[in-house]
């Protein structure tokens, strides 16, 4: 799962623009820029000049004062990206930044919409956690994120915990797996319901919508019809209908 508040920026090679992501000097956020850029920019036959070209570009904040002292020739690309290597890819200083901000998530509200938005956090991070290697499927990491939703989602949880994992749920995957399921079976139902509201609310509307019985045209009652205005006429017209002779409606007398 991409972090969603990720920005992207275009970087030129021999043949064509590529896009990549920022990378602001945020200790959570280099092992995904580096996978992407190693990709496609490191690990290509692109000249060194082209490649330090588009990592500077892809830098910004305090990971480009890092680089910025090296020529722009790109003699000196190996030595710029091990820089930033030996400061961003530290596991240590990778999981205390991790942790830190997987405690930092605020408990998400009753509503949907934030169990949403911190499902989406949370699974960002132990995804980020497992590509470092660490061990998250602890009590302490599913206690943590078990905590960061609302009762009746955590009720659910517990249920699908007593039938399906023996009373006892041992895998932050299994966990995001299950939390997942609920939010997206209420996502369904919502988004149904809404869609049946709809519907309901149109047929409303056209059974309420006046209908004249003189020219056969919706959106005015018989006595507003501008096609019928002669009394001798209409009172003609009301007798051959069988109208009402007080509101011009059918189905009774006056």
């Known amino acids: 799962r991409r972090d969603p508040n990720c920005t992207m920026t275009k970087v030129l090679t021999k043949n064509n623009y590529l896009d990549l992501p920022k990378f ?8 995904g820029f580096w996978e992407m850029f190693k990709i496609l920019i490191h690990d290509t036959d692109e000249p060194d000049i082209i490649k330090f070209s588009a990592l500077k570009n892809a830098c910004e904040g305090k990971a480009l004062a890092l680089i910025k002292r090296y020529p722009s020739d790109g003699s000196a690309y190996e030595e710029a990206v091990n820089r930033l290597k030996t400061i961003y890819n530290n596991d240590q200083g990778q999981f205390k930044h991790l ?4 405690k930092a998530i605020k408990r998400a509200k009753e509503s ?17 956690l497992y590509r470092l290697g660490i061990n998250v499927d602890t009590p302490t990491y599913l206690t943590e994120i078990r ?29 995001l797996d299950e939390i997942e399921n609920y939010i997206l ?19 409303a509307m056209k059974i309420d919508k006046p209908s004249c019985a003189f020219c056969n045209k ?18 003609r017209e009301v007798m051959n209908l069988k109208l009402c002779f007080n509101c011009f409606g059918r189905n009774h007398e006056a």
Request: charged share 40%; net charge negative.
């Open 24 to 31: 602001s000097g945020k200790m959570t956020d280099w092992l």
């Open 99 to 102: 942790y830190e901000k997987l």
């Open 112 to 128: 949907l919409k934030d169990c949403r938005r911190v499902f989406n956090e949370v699974a960002i991070i132990a995804n980020q």
């Open 147 to 175: 905590y960061k939703f609302p009762k009746d989602l955590l009720e659910e949880i517990a249920r699908a915990e007593r039938e399906k994992y023996g009373g006892k749920m041992e895998m932050i995957n299994d966990l």
């Open 185 to 203: 079976t209420r996502e369904d139902i919502e988004n149904e319901y809404s869609t049946e509201e709809i519907e309901r609310s149109f047929q």
């Open 218 to 235: 919706q959106g005015h009652h018989a006595l507003e019809c501008r096609k019928l205005t002669n009394p001798f006429d209409r009172r």
